[in-house]
């Protein structure tokens, strides 16, 4: 029951039924940890849902709060189809992982979301993210740790896409002024630029963040910690742990942070499911990983030294 006289904070997921194990995880993390001062407003995007996980979340959010947060399921199966769109993808990900892109036109009503990865688990209060003044900015998100701890990944996103690696930010976690992006029509031109421009290493992440520059407010790291462990981070900041690549804990061992993956795994309906998953989470699949790892390894170098590449050709067009 939904509870008006509460501030209302919306917060958005996008799914496939594989994601569903993990969402599940994220979802009781989020309202175990979050304040009771408010009314979460949960939605759950997609393009096919099982029916049976669509009433086990709806239970997790059920025994959390009865009173304190709604849980709609909306399929974005028509806007993804009628789109123009050619949405790229590769290795694990999904097409859910470009719903994202039209939550502010298919939300009209909302001018401030939150947009959140499946494979997280909440740590911190989460309207204290939402809260965050982000100002004029179209978005508040942390920097992709990725980029900044391999260098790789950093000469990739300088030399590809003419960003500072220190201001390429994860898409996986974000606060978005949907009333700026709905001003700046950036749905549109992801669009145009996702058929004119291939970015093979981020995709949806690397779009984002070419069309967003200079308008992103840079968050605490401990907002989006990649889960593997960094000298430059203080853990007693830490807010919220994105399980991402291969730092997987229903994938691998001895993955850093992974008690408080299980310590909220074992409180869902899913935990017998995603013990299952690691139990059949073969070596091969694990080869699979490290070829994959290394072929990403391989376009990011391929990219920076393109002479073509979007930064490259950006300043042809000067």
Not at 173 to 197: G, W
Not at 271 to 282: G, Q, R, S
Request: glycine letters at 4%; one cysteine or more; charged letters at 30%.
């Amino acid at each position: 029951m939904e509870n008006n006289t509460k501030k209302v904070i919306p917060i958005f997921f996008a799914t496939d039924n594989n994601y569903v194990p993990f969402l599940a995880v994220a979802l009781t993390s989020l309202l175990d940890n979050a304040s009771n001062d408010y009314f979460y407003k949960i939605y759950i995007l997609t393009t096919s849902l099982k029916k049976e996980y669509i009433e086990q979340l709806k239970l997790i959010c059920r025994d959390a709060r009865p009173d304190g947060v709604s849980i709609d399921f909306v399929s974005l199966t028509e806007e993804m189809d009628k789109s123009s769109g050619n949405f790229h993808l590769r290795d694990y990900y999904s097409k859910e992982t470009y719903c994202r892109v039209f939550i502010p036109r298919v939300f009209p009503q909302y001018d401030k979301v939150i947009y959140l990865d499946c494979d997280i688990v909440v740590k911190g209060d989460i309207s204290e993210f939402y809260n965050i003044d982000i100002g004029d900015n179209i978005l508040g998100a942390a920097s992709e740790e990725v980029m900044m701890e391999y260098d790789v990944f950093g000469d990739y996103v300088e030399k590809a896409l003419g960003i500072p690696r220190e201001k390429y930010f994860s898409a996986g976690v974000l606060l978005i002024n949907a009333k700026k992006y709905r001003e700046d029509d950036i749905e549109t031109k992801f669009i145009d630029l996702m058929n004119t421009y291939t970015f093979r290493v981020t995709q949806d992440e690397d779009y984002l963040n070419v069309l967003c520059y200079g308008k992103v407010k840079m968050v605490d790291l401990g907002w989006n910690k990649s889960s593997f462990k960094s000298d430059k981070f203080d853990d007693k900041n830490l807010k919220l742990i994105h399980y991402k690549i291969n730092w997987k804990p229903w994938h691998y061992d001895n993955v850093y942070y992974e008690e408080h993956f299980w310590n909220y795994a074992q409180k869902t309906f899913l935990y017998d499911a995603i013990l299952k998953i690691k139990a059949d989470y073969t070596e091969d699949l694990h080869e699979r990983d490290r070829l994959a790892f290394e072929n990403l390894v391989k376009m990011a170098i391929e990219d920076s030294n393109d002479p073509n590449n979007y930064c490259n050709s950006q300043k042809m067009k000067a």
